[in-house]
């Protein structure tokens, strides 16, 4: 995962790509779809609408850039592009406010069509980033439709893809797994055949489970008394950042990142045969480094964070483009001279909890505590995430293709974390508010995180070791 302008992009010819006159014209004459957006969707739209009526509009996408070799074949990538947005419903789906309720309209894959026009040659990397962000950023307005945008970048011997969607379309997921898609359709169009890709599922089915599902749950539910615990228990709020930011948790700043490596490929497993040791999985290792880390810089109280976790519970949605996620709120309260083990414990009863309550949309759990904390910021919570994508179909071809998952850094005055696990091994991404404070916090807490970590697996490690550096290192 990175920023767009950490991906350099080598010069060429820009080609984007759009649909066509005839599925935008489908578009807005197509009837109300009876299938409601999600809970997320709905919210991400209300919410946008809201910071806009304040004149104020904040990119947040999500995205991917890959390079295939040799002269990029447009007419087969016009197919590829044309049997990928066929094959997943939800980006033929978009929405549109009527009566002060946010409706769904779907159109059939066969108006679907692309057509691509050249904006422009480039010679500078840095000219050719800035055009690519402003133009993405353009595609993916959430109060549009389609609300995402492809460009492609040709030169000699090669071509640099970028696609970029509003988070109503996408989560993380999803992205690590379309790089591969993609590729097969251009493959396919490429040699006259059928994409060797299984049959996937519907985001727009998915929703309307969803709300089915949420229906049933009232606010004795054990998951809706869960929040509101712990939404009490942090101040009348879900949690913020553990460390200060110099922000208030609704302003809305500009966003910095981080990244940094962990652990490489041996000790990241050793790091999660460790955690099955004390029978738990490596999440809760993350989460015990986590807690560990903002005790040691001067954290107090119980260690609590939001996790996201995805919500693909049945085999047809593993493949699907959608935003197949909902979060868990984790207390992790550590006592005195707690070691790395006793935290992972901990750690791991926690996350299993979190779990379970996370099969409740958050935003059901809002409608039924009548609270809502998306009314100033993108961001109703900070977030500890972790992904593993090594065993996504493509991970090994994605170092060949140049592959990244590009996250746009929305304006917010929270920090989200990611920690995801890969072939090479553990990294951190996250995305912090642009001040001095924030900086110095994150990065501290990214050291502290690795150097505990890294002592967790190192020989000769003690219980209490971990714990005991990080409050040396401060």
Known sequence: MTELSQYPVRPGQVREWTLHPPALAAARRAERDSVPPSYNQESHVLTTVRLQERGAR???WGGVAFEVDGELDTD???RALVGWIGRHETLRSGFRSEGGELHRFTL??????VDSAVLGEFRDSQVLGRFLTDRLDAATDTL????????????????????AFDHTQTDGYTLFGMVHEIQEFYRAAREGRPPALPATGSHVGYSREQRHQASLVGRDHPA?????????????????????LGTGDDELLPQKSVFAWLLDADDTEALAEL??????????????????AVRGLGATGPYRTVMPFHTRTRSEWSASVGWYVEGGPVEIDLPPGCGFPEAVRTAQRSAREARRVARVPFFRVCELLGVDFKKTSPDPFSLLSYMDVRDFPGA????GWNARALLRLSDSGKACLWVVRTLEGLYLFGRYPDTEVAAAALTSYTRCVREILQEAVSPGRRAGSADRRVAASV
Do not use: H, M, N
């Open 224 to 244: 809706v008394l869960r929040w509101k615990r712990f939404i009490e228990d942090s101040g009348g709020r879900p949690p913020g950042f553990p460390l200060p």
């Open 144 to 163: 549009s439709w389609p609300c995402y945008g492809v460009e492609t970048v040709q030169r000699p011997g090669s071509a640099t893809v970028l696609l």
């Open 58 to 60: 904040t990119a947040d």
């Open 396 to 399: 090994r071809d994605w170092a």
């Open 108 to 113: 059939p894959r066969e108006v679907i069509g």
């Open 76 to 78: 087969a990538f016009g």
């Open 275 to 292: 955690c099955k040791q004390e029978s738990s999985a490596l999440p809760a290792g993350v989460l015990a480094a986590s807690a560990l």
